[in-house]
Nanobody, 121 residues
Framework: QVQLVESGGGLVQAGGSLRLSCAAS????????MGWFRQAPGKEREFVAA????????YYADSVKGRFTISRDNAKNTVYLQMNSLKPEDTAVYYC??????????????WGQGTQVTVSS
């Protein structure tokens, strides 16, 4: 079992930046891929980005490609989401999740509690 705790959310103006962090404990951090998701009010949760166990492979939703960067530090058991050029439509609760495999399979079995990101226009 993996425990995940997100941090770094907040209120930012459009065009600004935020960096989210997700600290993991439990299973060996370098043994699974990680992902970020978001859920806006009244909408379904959607995939944002994912990263393989080593950081060598990354995946992004088209809506954030070129603006967001996912990374990880296996020595710190932490995955990050650097968000630049933020838009009001990025406003959502952001969740990190642990995949069941070394590489991104979409089988996310452990989730954090979420952190709120609000982008004002």
């Amino acid at each position: 079992q993996v425990q995940l705790v997100e941090s770094g959310g907040g209120l930012v103006q459009a065009g600004g930046s935020l960096r989210l962090s997700c600290a993991a404990s439990g299973r060996t951090f370098s043994s699974y891929a990680m992902g970020w998701f978001r859920q806006a009010p009244g909408k379904e949760r959607e995939f944002v980005a994912a990263i393989s166990w080593s950081g060598g492979s990354t995946y992004y939703a088209d809506s954030v490609k070129g603006r967001f960067t996912i990374s990880r530090d296996n020595a710190k058991n932490t995955v990050y989401l650097q968000m630049n050029s933020l838009k009001p439509e990025d406003t959502a609760v952001y969740y990190c999740a642990a995949d069941g495999s070394y590489y991104y399979t979409g089988n996310f079995g452990s989730w954090g509690q979420g952190t709120q990101v609000t982008v004002s226009s």
